[in-house]
């Protein structure tokens, strides 16, 4: 075996080992640290003290996070429901027909996408009061599909225009109407890049703290990404409850990739075999 081949074969495990243990640590530091009786006073110990679920009920109980949860989670679900729909058409729109200004319409696009969120805050804070739908999951949700569209319509352009038209129209030929085409033909073609999109706008909504915390007055109107600042004392902080929030926080999402990663990890070929 040549030094090359042996430095190949040893080298790639150990890169591959120090990447995992750099991307886990923090994960498991805080679900440790979320199960340590004594987490505020654990300082730099790798193992915890002991096993107790007081944190996760003083997060409950206390702090009321159930409720920031469901919060996050209709905010979420809605924000994937209707950006999804709106990307899609308006993706449909602009890779099959040409209408004028079109080339524009793409680029403000991308420039849309190179605000900076923090330039955002006044002017939507504005829009919203005027329409009344400050303190409102339904205005954060408008507010989180806006943030969604400009990726999730560049992404599934993509999808929709490496489809051949002639399969479009063969299923035409087939006696197929626009949207019984719409759904039985391409969508499966476009269902990875759908699912792609879905999972950015979902972890776009359930993540996001400036738009959160500033637009919704009731606490009880808080995403979870905002319910977490209330267990940050002035002086001093719970590492128990923070931790133990975090890591409800970090399930519904962790969730959610397993649940599509098949569907995003296919194929457009696979897509056409399944449509």
């Avoid at 075996?1 to 990447?19: K, Q």
């Avoid at 504005?126 to 992404?155: H, K």
Wanted: glycine share 6%; with cysteine; proline share 5%.
């Amino acid at each position: 075996m040549s030094a090359a081949t042996l430095r190949a074969r040893v080298g790639l495990p150990i890169a591959v080992t120090a990447l995992l243990v750099f991307t886990l640590l923090p994960v498991y530091w805080m679900v440790s640290t979320a199960i340590d009786p004594d987490a505020s006073n654990r300082g730099y110990d790798p193992l915890p003290g002991g096993f107790t679920m007081d944190h996760f009920s003083t997060v409950f109980d206390e702090g009321n996070f159930g409720r920031f949860l469901t919060n996050s989670l209709i905010v979420g679900f809605g924000t994937i429901v209707v950006a999804g729909l709106i990307a899609l058409l308006a993706a449909v729109a602009v890779a099959r027909f040409k209408f004028k200004f079109r080339t524009s319409v793409l680029i403000m696009i991308l420039i849309v996408q190179m605000v900076p969120l923090e330039a955002l805050v006044i002017p939507l804070f504005l829009q919203m009061r005027d329409l009344e739908l400050l303190n409102s999951l339904l205005g954060l949700t408008i507010v989180y599909i806006a943030l969604s569209l400009p990726f999730a319509v560049w992404t599934l352009r993509g999808f929709v225009a490496t489809v051949p038209k002639e399969v479009e129209e063969a299923a035409y030929m087939d006696g197929c109407s626009w949207p019984r085409m719409f759904w039985s033909v391409l969508l499966p073609l476009v269902a990875p890049g759908l699912v792609a999109t879905s999972v950015f706008a979902f972890i776009t909504a359930w993540n996001e703290f400036i738009f959160a915390y500033v637009f919704m007055q009731d606490s009880s109107k808080y995403t979870a990404a905002v319910g977490i600042q209330q267990f940050f004392g002035e002086n001093s902080t719970d590492w128990g409850p923070v931790m133990a929030a975090s890591t409800l926080v970090t399930l519904p999402v962790l969730i959610f990739f397993v649940i599509v990663q098949r569907r995003l990890a296919s194929g457009l070929a696979a897509g056409a075999v399944k449509g």
